[in-house]
């Protein structure tokens, strides 16, 4: 695993980042007070990455963060189509 450390990012930057993301990689991400790891939460691989990495239980759910109502709309319906 290739490790970047990106402190300033680029428009180039930001699309690699999308891209790991979009192929199941984990990426950290500085907030207030400690560094957070993220991956796509819809993807199965990239969540057990995360609790890999963390040696989390698997009785210990994640957060989904989503960007606005809409998203939301639509990830419940998609669990309800299931």
Sequence with gaps: MDTKIIT???EQDIDMLARALRNGELVSIPTETVY???ANGLSDIA???IFKAKNR???NPLILH???YE???ELVLSLIHI
């Design 36 to 38: 957070g790891l993220g």
């Design 8 to 10: 300033n990012p680029s």
């Design 47 to 49: 969540v057990s990455k």
């Design 57 to 59: 239980p698997q009785d």
């Design 71 to 73: 998203m939301m709309n």
């Design 66 to 68: 989503i960007s606005d």
